[in-house]
């Protein structure tokens, strides 16, 4: 008899994108007249930059031939792109990362999924709150979650993130082990400065926590003061993995390509307390467990950073910033409440009248015909807001900024 993973079992259904592809659905058949603008998604829609294109094109006739076909991928990643990795978003800015740190992978949800696996089942983990749900979903998978009452799990800490705290957790008050942190942030497009990481950064080297950043949407930076990298704040090798992705970056979504940064300085720890070393273990999981990244796809991200795709790609993100600046300014002109969308394609916003955050959603797709996502589905701290995204075509932001504005 095969007995399964019981952890799965303790899941819920996963309810928030279901629930609103099925309430617009609802919508849509009731009121085919009336086009619904969506700004919910959080995937990008801007084409693959053009010397994105190309790379994949000559890699794949590269594949047409004998001479230059390429089978198995090294499990860690090509040399070409580990050291474009390295000298552009490590090197350029002065951050001592060397090439034996990076691992590649089809994508940053893998990695931080995954990344479960080297770590011991007795760990206590923290999350922000609200929260990216691959974290907490992973952790129970992993059985680290404990038992969930009323949306939260008894093993995980969660840390609130609201208008009052300027969305800056606080240290954790139980002792955690492991901590998520995602800056930018996704749901709430709000950042950390260098002063508040390196909090944080102090506060794992005295405790002996292992911080797992998560800096997806690094390249949506603006201001000076908001760190790309934790590894810029010093102490930060002793104590973090960071984790990055194409995915927003360069719209790879669809062509899938991240990578982990695992320092060599990192230690975690034994049962008996001897010091052990999350580089070697990642090395030992990924070669186990993985078999490297399609040789296509990794010539497609070494273009994220030749000089024109450098430009192509700056050109888009641009893009979805104009697109965030004219949501959140919009927003705030009409005298209602948003974060957000200044470092992250991401606006949070708070419903007006203490509206919930799915009294809103309906309100919102039901007289206005524009979809947000709930809040609340991101946890117990998002209630009470709604996000908005800037992937969305121009034209159709413009235009649903305009309804909220004219109804607020
Ligand atoms: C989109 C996103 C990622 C990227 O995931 P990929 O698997 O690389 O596409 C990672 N973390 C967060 C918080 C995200 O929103």
């Given amino acids: 008899m095969a007995l399964v ?34 700004l919910g998604i959080g995937d990008v829609t801007r084409p693959l930059a053009p010397a994105v294109i190309k790379a994949l094109q000559d890699a794949t006739l590269e594949m047409a031939s004998e001479k230059t076909m390429r089978g198995y991928a090294p499990y860690y990643g090509y040399d070409f792109l580990i050291e474009a990795i390295v000298k552009n978003d490590f090197h350029a800015r002065r951050i001592p990362i060397d090439a034996g740190e990076v691992f590649v992978s089809d994508g940053a949800k893998s990695d931080t999924g995954n990344i479960g696996d080297i770590l011991g089942a007795g760990n206590t983990v923290a999350v922000t709150d609200p929260v990216y749900p691959v974290y907490v979903d992973t952790s129970v998978i992993a059985g680290r979650a404990g038992t969930l009452t009323d949306g939260q799990w008894s093993g995980i800490e969660y840390l609130p993130c609201t208008a009052e705290n300027g969305f800056v ?39 002996r926590v292992l911080l797992l950043y998560d800096a997806a949407y690094e390249a949506f930076i603006t201001e000076k003061d908001v760190p790309h990298s934790i590894f810029e704040i010093e102490g930060a090798t002793k104590v973090a993995i960071e984790f990055r992705s194409f995915s927003k970056t360069a719209g790879f979504t669809g062509v899938r390509c991240g990578y982990t940064v695992i320092p060599h300085e990192l230690k975690a720890y034994a049962n008996d307390g001897s010091e052990v ?13 993985f078999n490297g990244t399609a040789y296509i796809v990794q010539r497609a991200a070494e273009a994220v950073y030749s000089s024109e795709g450098k430009q192509q790609i700056r050109e888009t993100i641009d893009f979805y ?59 117990k701290s998002g209630e009470g807001f709604v996000r908005l995204t800037a992937f969305g075509k121009r034209e159709e932001t413009v235009e649903a900024v305009e309804r909220i504005v004219r109804s607020a």
């Fill in 5 to 38: 993973n019981e952890n799965f079992l303790r899941l819920p259904g996963s309810y928030l994108f279901a629930e609103i592809a099925q309430r617009v659905s609802a919508y849509r058949s009731a009121h085919p007249d009336r086009p619904v603008i969506s």
């Fill in 169 to 207: 957790p606080e240290l954790p008050k139980k002792h955690a082990d492991v901590v998520y942190l995602c800056y930018p942030n996704n749901p709430t497009g709000t950042t950390l400065t260098r002063k508040e990481l390196k909090k944080w950064v102090d506060y794992a080297v005295e405790n």
């Fill in 277 to 289: 070393s999350p580089n070697e273990l990642w090395k030992r999981r990924q070669s186990t467990k």
């Fill in 321 to 379: 910033m104009e697109n965030a600046k004219i949501i959140r300014t919009g927003l705030e002109k009409a005298g209602m409440k948003a974060f957000g969308g200044v470092n992250a394609p991401y606006i949070w916003l708070q419903t007006p009248d203490g509206k919930s955050s799915w009294e809103y959603f309906d309100y919102l797709l039901n007289e206005l015909q524009i979809v947000t996502t709930p809040g609340s589905g991101f946890g």
